[in-house]
């Protein structure tokens, strides 16, 4: 139904961020008449089968067209164009509306957990009849289309809110599940097991709500971002000849299609500095082009033609390895003095390293003494990455 609504209304010809904005708001609207068409089903079910079960299925439903709204709003507004107050978009509101379906996942769980409870302790009787199976089944069935879609547009779209909601419907298709074969189970033996099955599903949907919040939490406190655009920036970054190494990479996400990214390259320091300039600028629009984000690019040049610098290097290099393989190194200079010399670098580790900075850095610094002599001090500066990969096309 999705698909087919999605090609009366969308045209695909649109802009990325127009499609992504329709197909969002599509599915909000349409989670909305689908969540009430259950809820209504759910009521009358419940109601004929004296069922607390049921009826708290039923609201469970009701909420959830109540998150599809929340959906269609946050969608709505992401979408909204950049102005004086957000320069950069309103493209995370998205994620502020897969928040607020995940809270509403969270606060489904506890009154589920509730309520099981409290039929464990007080045990009810309850009706079934071919009419309360055939509604349970159906609605089942929607839930699971629901979450399908969902999932497959969120996968798309690489959209959290999606995801969020997608959890929230394959949630609902295991409770209501459970509701179904509690309710059978008891009708044909007389046994009060709701209680016990709708601890386990709330249990369930409780885990599922902390995955939903941490998925949109994560892009709204800053997380590293994926190794596959790392690799991609990387790749474009380092095609380009006159290039020898590039570090200190900052992804800023403002949303979906929504990001900026700034970063230093490594140039020769006794290039055209004419040259090097638009050659940065080439790269900034070819990634502007391919991958779609705002990129800043700083550069720092390195001396590449002085053998004892090289050679310098090389050692200090071949320390840190020593040290740990993860370890790289840039922004490398040498300072001569009248009576010692200063080597001055980054390195980058990854956080929680297993060496304190404060260590590590006595550590380089003994390594460098017993190796190259003691006419030579080190000063470090350390960064912190979530993985360390070097980028050297020339070891300098």
Request: negative net charge; proline residues 4%; charged residues 20%.
């Amino acid at each position: 139904m999705v698909t087919l609504l999605a090609k009366l209304f969308i045209k695909e010809k649109k802009e990325e961020g127009r499609i992504r904005q329709a197909y969002g708001m599509l599915c909000g609207m349409v989670g909305i008449l689908l969540n009430i068409f259950l809820f209504i089903g759910k009521f009358i079910a419940g109601r004929l089968g004296n069922s607390i079960a049921i009826t708290a299925d039923a609201f469970n439903n009701l909420s959830d067209a109540g998150a599809s709204f929340v959906t269609l709003i946050g969608f709505k507004l992401a979408g909204a164009k950049p102005d004086p107050e957000h320069p950069f978009g309103h493209g995370r509101m998205e994620y502020v509306s897969g928040l607020i379906v995940a809270a509403a996942i969270l606060l489904m769980a506890y009154e589920l957990i509730r309520d099981s409870v409290g039929k464990i302790i007080a045990p009810e009787d309850t009706e079934f009849s071919p009419l309360i199976a055939a509604i349970l089944i159906v609605s089942i069935l929607v839930k699971l289309y629901m979450a399908f879609y969902n999932a497959r547009l969120g996968k798309k779209l690489n959209s959290a809110a999606m995801r969020a909601t997608a959890m929230d419907s394959l949630s609902d298709t295991c409770a209501t599940s459970v509701v179904f074969v509690a309710s059978l189970i008891g009708y044909v033996t007389n046994l009060h097991i709701d209680g016990y099955c709708g601890l386990l599903v709330g249990l369930f949907i409780l885990y599922a709500g902390i995955r939903a919040a941490k998925d949109t939490l994560d892009p709204l406190l800053g997380q590293p971002p994926e190794d596959v655009f790392v690799d991609q920036i990387e790749e474009i970054v380092m095609s380009h000849p006159g290039i020898c190494g590039l570090h200190d990479l900052l992804v800023h996400d403002y949303g979906p299609g929504r990001r900026m990214i700034s970063l230093h390259v490594e140039v020769p320091s006794d290039g055209d500095i004419l040259k090097i300039h638009d050659l940065i600028d080439n790269i900034e629009n070819e990634l502007r082009t391919k991958l779609g984000c705002d990129a800043t690019i700083h550069m720092d040049p390195i001396v590449t033609s002085d053998e004892s610098i090289r050679h310098l290097k090389d050692s200090v290099i071949a320390i840190l390895k020593k040290l740990d393989q993860v370890i790289t190194l840039h922004d490398f200079r040498v300072v001569e003095g009248a009576t010692h010399t200063n080597l001055i670098f980054d390195i980058t580790i990854p956080y929680k390293f297993h060496i304190g900075d404060e260590e590590l850095i006595r550590r380089i610094e003994k390594e460098v003494w017993e190796t190259l002599g003691k006419t030579y001090f080190v000063v470090i500066k350390i960064d912190k990455a979530r993985i360390s990969v070097p980028s050297k096309k020339d070891p300098a």
